[in-house]
């Protein structure tokens, strides 16, 4: 039974993820247990070496990501290894064991430390403390730092500031807890909870200005919003109903979209936030006002080819949105895993008005790192660009499974419990109160 | 009225209901996904339909006035009934997982209610996951006292996460607690009393209550007395072990 469902998990399809270097020196594509990377201030593929000693990655990666300062990077999925590269020869430097399935990790601003989330809720810590970058460093362990109870925890992010961690879980919750000093005896303190959002957590990302250094908290979820919270006290600063516009954009009038926030990605230097939608081919880009703290939908980017339902989203601080769609896993094809990167220009202004005018979708020679870098990326130049529907179709599918509750109805869970000793009576109480039969006697 | 109308699920010469209609298993699986209501944020968690002398409407709800007492797993309602004539003007609240034994607490309440006017007005229960949606319910700081009496054991090692005094849940039970809360634990089963009382001692923002404290406490002699279980523990002339720690300021952090 056990090894059954174990094989069923295997072949939900994974989403192709995506991360950009902070001063784009380079960029990262993982699809299935495959981690690509292209050297943009090189030109050149990346060909990673791990010389760490632990394995290397089987299953599909769940979640990838680039260090503050961009020195690290960590790869880490479904074969519960976290793998934490040093960016400057591409070698990996140590590969953590966790106990179960890895969904999210985050590194500490000072990159001392790197965080990842199970999916049993808890969250772990990982000291790099001794690290030079040219010695690997063998049998680091890894000591839980804080834990949702048992519930799948869907986004880490360290705080601009780098004083709180926020996670995001499957139960609507996202929890807000002080990093403390030595974060080995664990994170104790809870700052705040921002509660409101009524359908799992998806993503989170943080705002920030010179004004607002301390940075707000945006995030995106099943129940088809993205809010925008201040996090030390928790408070729900606005709500963007992304879902009715995208709606909109999809209505064939018959059916209803549902439209999960699947990714979020905020711009450097502005206060743009580039959201991906299950159900939108394009983004959403969402402007916020810091000082009025509003969110409101600038403009919806759609033009880029029927089929381009992005799975993940990254930037840097040049300004550019990277975006790829794909899957691995998946069924009636001959190459199982596909993926297609894309990229926005034009997003870095403080004016919003340009931002709405100016923003284009690169043709594939343009893209930086151009053609040889989508070979690298894609794993080909030209994919067929109908199979990518069915990839966000399977990627949809899979996610539901994994974060959305069954329902049911309140008359399905009564008449489950209409055998119960306290229910029957009272029921055959008021059954007889209504027709009064002196025949009961 | 009728003879055959009468509730035979309250007992006719208390007034109360009656267990037997009530028997529940007494395991939960806490870790199963959850399929009852759950208040989006704690300003969402509407107080008027369970103190309803205290918020006569859903709009008029004063803000200041908020529930201070948790009793985590409150079975059938022992020490909340005690404490509820002792702290007559303290909202206080049961959390139980078991939807039956929740339907008795609620009927047991109403019944109180009923035959002493005026009084039982400050407790009720709610049936929820408090491992899962603490947050849901409390502020950060709300709380006074938490209680956890004769909590599930769960013995094997594999099912320790499943047991609700655990050294990441004590992080929430540290958040809704306001500095000086107290949380009280009191079990028969010695393992799962040396558990309870490591993880408080081993946790930054709990200490131990002193000897005096303990006994000036009316609340700590309530643990055994109030209690269903505490009770049966003491018919079979068993042990108890208990573990009091005051909600502090992490001297580190």
């Given at each position: 039974?056990?090894?059954?469902?174990?094989?069923?998990?295997?072949?939900?399809?994974?989403?192709?993820?995506?991360?950009?270097?902070?001063?784009?020196?380079?960029?990262?594509?993982?699809?299935?247990?495959?981690?690509?990377?292209?050297?943009?201030?090189?030109?050149?593929?990346?060909?990673?070496?791990?010389?760490?000693?632990?394995?290397?990655?089987?299953?599909?990666?769940?979640?990838?990501?680039?260090?503050?300062?961009?020195?690290?990077?960590?790869?880490?999925?479904?074969?519960?290894?976290?793998?934490?590269?040093?960016?400057?020869?591409?070698?990996?430097?140590?590969?953590?064991?966790?106990?179960?399935?890895?969904?999210?990790?985050?590194?500490?601003?000072?990159?001392?430390?790197?965080?990842?989330?199970?999916?049993?809720?808890?969250?772990?810590?990982?000291?790099?403390?001794?690290?030079?970058?040219?010695?690997p460093l063998i049998n680091r362990k890894a000591a839980p730092l804080l834990a949702h109870y048992c519930s799948i925890i869907t986004s880490l992010e360290f705080s601009p500031d780098?004083?709180?961690?926020?996670?995001?879980?499957?139960?609507?919750?996202?929890?807000?807890?002080?990093?403390?000093?030595?974060?080995?005896?664990?994170?104790?303190?809870?700052?705040?909870?921002?509660?409101?959002?009524?359908?799992?957590?998806?993503?989170?990302?943080?705002?920030?200005?010179?004004?607002?250094?301390?940075?707000?908290?945006?995030?995106?979820?099943?129940?088809?919003?993205?809010?925008?919270?201040?996090?030390?006290?928790?408070?729900?600063?606005?709500?963007?109903?992304?879902?009715?516009?995208?709606?909109?954009?999809?209505?064939?009038?018959?059916?209803?979209?549902?439209?999960?926030?699947?990714?979020?990605?905020?711009?450097?230097?502005?206060?743009?936030?580039?959201?991906?939608?299950?159900?939108?081919?394009?983004?959403?880009?969402?402007?916020?006002?810091?000082?009025?703290?509003?969110?409101?939908?600038?403009?919806?980017?759609?033009?880029?080819?029927?089929?381009?339902?992005?799975?993940?989203?990254?930037?840097?601080?040049?300004?550019?949105?990277?975006?790829?769609?794909?899957?691995?896993?998946?069924?009636?094809?001959?190459?199982?895993?596909?993926?297609?990167?894309?990229?926005?220009?034009?997003?870095?202004?403080?004016?919003?008005?340009?931002?709405?005018?100016?923003?284009?979708?690169?043709?594939?020679?343009?893209?930086?790192?151009?053609?040889?870098?989508?070979?690298?990326?894609?794993?080909?130049?030209?994919?067929?660009?109908?199979?990518?529907?069915?990839?966000?179709?399977?990627?949809?599918?899979?996610?539901?499974?994994?974060?959305?509750?069954?329902?049911?109805?309140?008359?399905?869970?009564?008449?489950?419990?209409?055998?119960?000793?306290?229910?029957?009576?009272?029921?055959?109480?008021?059954?007889?109160?209504?027709?009064?039969?002196?025949?009961?006697? | 009225?009728?003879?055959?109308?009468?509730?035979?699920?309250?007992?006719?010469?208390?007034?109360?209901?009656?267990?037997?209609?009530?028997?529940?298993?007494?395991?939960?699986?806490?870790?199963?996904?959850?399929?009852?209501?759950?208040?989006?944020?704690?300003?969402?968690?509407?107080?008027?339909?369970?103190?309803?002398?205290?918020?006569?409407?859903?709009?008029?709800?004063?803000?200041?006035?908020?529930?201070?007492?948790?009793?985590?797993?409150?079975?059938?309602?022992?020490?909340?009934?005690?404490?509820?004539?002792?702290?007559?003007?303290?909202?206080?609240?049961?959390?139980?997982?078991?939807?039956?034994?929740?339907?008795?607490?609620?009927?047991?309440?109403?019944?109180?209610?009923?035959?002493?006017?005026?009084?039982?007005?400050?407790?009720?229960?709610?049936?929820?996951?408090?491992?899962?949606?603490?947050?849901?319910?409390?502020?950060?700081?709300?709380?006074?006292?938490?209680?956890?009496?004769?909590?599930?054991?769960?013995?094997?090692?594999?099912?320790?996460?499943?047991?609700?005094?655990?050294?990441?849940?004590?992080?929430?039970?540290?958040?809704?607690?306001?500095?000086?809360?107290?949380?009280?634990?009191?079990?028969?089963?010695?393992?799962?009393?040396?558990?309870?009382?490591?993880?408080?001692?081993?946790?930054?923002?709990?200490?131990?209550?002193?000897?005096?404290?303990?006994?000036?406490?009316?609340?700590?002699?309530?643990?055994?007395?109030?209690?269903?279980?505490?009770q049966k523990v003491a018919r079979n002339g068993g042990q108890t072990f208990q573990a009091v720690y005051r909600r502090i300021v992490p001297s580190v952090c």
């Open positions: 039974m056990g090894t059954h469902m174990e094989e069923e998990k295997n072949r939900e399809a994974a989403p192709a993820l995506i991360s950009v270097h902070p001063s784009q020196n380079s960029v990262a594509v993982s699809i299935g247990s495959d981690l690509r990377v292209f050297d943009l201030h090189g030109d050149c593929v990346v060909n990673l070496v791990d010389d760490s000693g632990g394995p290397s990655h089987k299953d599909c990666i769940r979640a990838i990501r680039y260090g503050a300062n961009g020195s690290l990077f960590v790869s880490a999925g479904d074969d519960k290894l976290v793998k934490i590269w040093s960016t400057h020869y591409w070698h990996c430097i140590t590969t953590v064991c966790s106990e179960k399935r890895v969904s999210a990790v985050a590194i500490s601003n000072d990159s001392l430390y790197v965080c990842f989330a199970d999916k049993f809720g808890v969250v772990w810590v990982v000291d790099l403390h001794g690290l030079d970058g040219s010695q780098g004083r709180v961690i926020v996670s995001a879980d499957r139960d609507f919750k996202i929890r807000v807890t002080v990093f403390p000093k030595n974060p080995l005896d664990g994170a104790h303190e809870i700052q705040s909870f921002c509660l409101a959002h009524t359908e799992f957590v998806s993503c989170l990302a943080f705002l920030c200005s010179l004004d607002h250094p301390q940075g707000f908290l945006v995030s995106g979820s099943g129940d088809s919003t993205v809010r925008l919270w201040e996090i030390s006290a928790g408070s729900l600063l606005d709500t963007c109903d992304v879902g009715t516009k995208a709606g909109l954009l999809q209505s064939d009038g018959s059916e209803e979209v549902v439209s999960t926030v699947t990714a979020l990605c905020t711009i450097a230097d502005t206060t743009l936030v580039a959201v991906a939608i299950q159900s939108l081919r394009g983004i959403m880009l969402l402007s916020c006002d810091l000082s009025a703290q509003t969110l409101s939908i600038a403009k919806v980017v759609s033009n880029m080819g029927e089929s381009f339902i992005p799975t993940s989203l990254g930037s840097s601080s040049a300004g550019l949105l990277w975006m790829v769609t794909g899957a691995s896993n998946l069924h009636g094809f001959d190459n199982a895993s596909l993926s297609r990167v894309k990229v926005i220009s034009g997003l870095k202004t403080i004016n919003l008005v340009s931002v709405v005018n100016d923003t284009t979708v690169l043709d594939d020679n343009k893209i930086p790192g151009g053609v040889k870098l989508l070979e690298k990326l894609q794993g080909h130049v030209c994919v067929e660009e109908k199979v990518f529907l069915l990839a966000a179709e399977a990627v949809k599918t899979a996610m539901s499974n994994l974060l959305i509750k069954k329902q049911y109805s309140s008359e399905k869970r009564e008449f489950r419990k209409r055998t119960r000793n306290d229910r029957k009576i009272k029921v055959s109480i008021s059954a007889a109160a209504k027709n009064r039969c002196p025949n009961n006697f | 009225m009728l003879e055959n109308e009468a509730n035979p699920t309250i007992s006719k010469s208390t007034g109360l209901p009656r267990k037997r209609f009530y028997r529940a298993r007494a395991h939960s699986n806490p870790l199963s996904d959850s399929h009852f209501p759950v208040p989006v944020s704690p300003s969402r968690f509407d107080l008027s339909g369970h103190y309803p002398q205290f918020f006569p409407s859903y709009d008029q709800v004063d803000c200041s006035k908020k529930i201070r007492f948790a009793d985590i797993g409150c079975g059938f309602g022992g020490l909340l009934i005690s404490l509820a004539t002792l702290f007559p003007e303290t909202l206080m609240i049961g959390m139980e997982i078991r939807d039956k034994v929740t339907e008795y607490v609620k009927e047991r309440i109403l019944a109180l209610r009923m035959t002493n006017p005026g009084q039982y007005q400050n407790i009720s229960v709610v049936r929820t996951n408090s491992m899962k949606y603490i947050p849901n319910y409390f502020e950060k700081g709300q709380l006074l006292k938490m209680f956890f009496l004769f909590p599930d054991p769960h013995f094997k090692e594999k099912n320790h996460r499943r047991r609700v005094i655990s050294p990441h849940l004590l992080d929430e039970y540290a958040y809704v607690l306001g500095i000086g809360g107290i949380i009280y634990t009191i079990t028969d089963v010695e393992e799962l009393g040396d558990w309870m009382k490591a993880c408080l001692a081993n946790h930054p923002m709990f200490e131990a209550l002193t000897r005096e404290e303990l006994e000036v406490d009316p609340v700590v002699k309530l643990l055994n007395s109030a209690t269903e279980e505490g």
